[in-house]
């Protein structure tokens, strides 16, 4: 878990205003600093849930420092913190819709996706597309097929939530180095730590009005139409000037 180390090292002990952990996605708000994760639910329905609340008693490190928790809401809950952390810092972010870039850098090629994304189906113009799933639907390969079949792929997708789940680190050795990888979903954290791990593209959310994000996490809308956020994306710099400007506004962004 060193990546879990490196996200949180440099998160502030910062008082925590707000904490909402919704049926899909998770909130932190620690000044002006706002973070989102994916909601992960724990394996077994009567796995307890320790260390609830007073949640805003801890520092936003020591809520990021959920992260490590077996239990998968607290872990979610870790996510959501460290997000809210790197919320603090500008980003060279750019507007890219992460479709398109799975699809742009597909074209022809052999894509592996670790979590079933719901715009997989739509994508055309690949070689192959190999979907892992912990919990597969139909044409889906299973998560132990991850050692087998992903040193296939020339471009990879791997979902924020593998950072929840503590399998990130497994996965990107199964990841051949020459290929274009992706992180992508909310829970993904807006970090120059996953450059470190060959990281091309890191796409996540950006907070832009937390009212109106709060409200739909609330109220259980999934993350496909939550309002109050925007996905971009941070691409290494190698690739920042291959962009194509056709679905791209680049800009600076702090809250």
Not at 40 to 50: D, F, N
Request: hydrophobic residues 40%; neutral net charge; proline residues 5%.
């Amino acid at each position: 878990m060193k990546i879990l180390q490196k996200l949180i090292k440099d998160i502030p002990d910062n008082d925590v205003d707000e904490v909402v952990v919704g049926a899909f996605s998770t909130l932190v708000k620690s000044g002006e600093g706002c973070g989102i994760s994916s909601t992960l639910k724990p394996e077994g329905p009567h796995s307890p849930i320790e260390r609830t609340g007073p949640l805003t008693d801890y520092t936003l490190r020591e809520l990021a420092g959920f992260i490590y928790a077996q239990n998968l809401v607290h872990a979610s809950i870790g996510m959501a913190a460290i997000n809210s952390g790197m919320d603090l810092h500008q980003r060279n972010y750019q507007k890219i819709n992460a479709k398109k870039l799975v699809m742009e850098k597909g074209q022809g090629k052999t894509v592996g996706v670790i979590g079933h994304f719901p715009f997989l189906e739509k994508l055309k113009g690949l070689k192959q597309l190999m979907i892992f799933e912990k919990h597969p639907l139909e044409g889906d390969l299973k998560e132990a097929d991850i050692k087998k079949h992903l040193p296939q792929a020339d471009v990879v997708v791997i979902t924020g939530t593998a950072f929840i789940n503590h399998t990130f680190e497994q996965i990107i050795n199964y990841v051949r180095k020459d290929a274009y990888i992706m992180v992508m979903g909310p829970s993904t954290p807006m970090s120059p730590v996953l450059f470190d791990y060959g990281i091309n593209a890191i796409c996540g959310t950006q907070v832009k009005d937390y009212e109106i994000l709060k409200r739909c996490v609330m109220e259980a809308v999934p993350v496909k139409y939550l309002e109050g956020k925007e996905f971009v994306a941070w691409l290494n710099e190698d690739d920042q000037a291959a962009a194509k400007s056709g679905d791209k506004e680049t800009a600076s962004i702090k809250h």
